[in-house]
């Protein structure tokens, strides 16, 4: 049964910081490092102020995936809505701090169910969008769907460069360069040269 206690405002200044704190461990000394104590030293709060915005420490790592999780949605909006969408989604897909983060929930989720349930959701809601843009993309660049459909062309893209990016994580770099010019030329032929980035808007 849910504890009914109070927690501080779920916009306040300090859940925030501490919500940071716990990413910047989770990243720099990775999952097993992030207790509360750790988190509110890195923080430069007191530990009891975990728990008056956090219930326990699941509940802490939720809101760490789920910020990161609802602005890399937004992120990948953006990314399928420019001139290049593949361009975009592919480099989307190799952010090498954000596949960090990934990684260290990955692992996290083989001991906590809440987390296991969060990825899978979370993971079919970007899936879900990357097939609708690149569904159109299939029509726009007249690729055949019987010889690659949607769904496979997003599998093939955003497994290639998580696998990489798993495999950077590990000090593994064999084949990584090959296999990134093998799908930008590919991408060149459908899109054109990668153009520069623009910034993105405050």
């Not at 405002?9 to 509360?36: C, F, I, T, W």
């Not at 995936?65 to 897909?93: I, V």
């Not at 569904?135 to 497994?159: C, F, H, Q, W």
């Not at 084949?175 to 991408?187: K, M, N």
Request: glycine share 6%.
């Amino acid at each position: 049964m849910a504890s009914s206690r109070r927690l501080g405002a779920p916009d306040a200044k300090n859940r925030s910081v501490l919500l940071d704190a716990a990413e910047q461990l989770l990243l720099e000394e990775g999952y097993a490092a992030v207790s509360s104590r750790r988190v509110a030293a890195k923080a430069g709060l007191k530990p009891q102020l975990v728990h008056y915005y956090f219930r326990n420490m699941d509940e802490l790592f939720l809101a760490v995936f789920r910020r990161r999780a609802e602005e890399g949605l937004k992120h990948q909006a953006a990314a399928l809505a420019s001139p290049q969408p593949l361009w975009a989604l592919w480099e989307f897909s190799t952010e090498t701090e954000a596949s960090s983060l990934t990684m260290e929930f990955v692992g996290l989720a083989n001991q906590r169910k809440a987390i296991r349930a969060e990825i899978a959701y979370y993971s079919e809601r970007f899936r879900r969008g990357q097939i609708e843009a690149v569904s159109g993309l299939v029509r726009r660049y007249k690729i055949d769907p019987n010889e690659l459909s949607p769904g496979a062309l997003v599998v093939l893209m955003t497994g290639i460069s998580r696998m990489i990016m798993m495999e950077k994580a590990l000090g593994m770099s064999s084949g990584h360069a090959e296999t990134f010019a093998l799908v930008e030329r590919h991408l060149e032929r459908l899109e054109g040269p990668r153009e520069p980035r623009r910034p993105q808007p405050d």
